[in-house]
């Protein structure tokens, strides 16, 4: 990063404002990254992805879908 230099205490402050209202910026979009991701990576969405076309009729019908996810969960506690 190059230096700045700069002539008054206004011009510093003004910067300083720019930098944190970049950074502000960043942390909503890791924010948002990361929800994405976490959804992405839900036992149901994940279910439904690796299932391909029996995950697509899965995904119109939402009570077999909630029926298959009862059974695998109850596998798994089992």
Do not use: C, H, W
């Not at 190059?2 to 011009?11: G, I, L, N, P």
């Not at 944190?20 to 976490?38: S, V």
């Not at 992805?49 to 969960?73: C, D, H, N």
């Amino acid at each position: 990063m190059a230096r700045k230099t700069f002539s008054s205490f206004a011009d510093i402050d003004q910067e300083l404002e720019i930098l944190a209202l970049e950074k502000q910026l960043q942390l909503i979009k890791l924010r948002q990254t990361g929800g994405r991701t976490l959804s992405a990576l839900s036992p149901g969405n994940l279910l439904r992805e690796s299932l391909g076309s029996a995950g697509s009729y899965l995904r119109s019908s939402g009570t077999l879908q909630k029926f298959v996810i009862m059974l695998i969960a109850k596998k798994f506690l089992k």
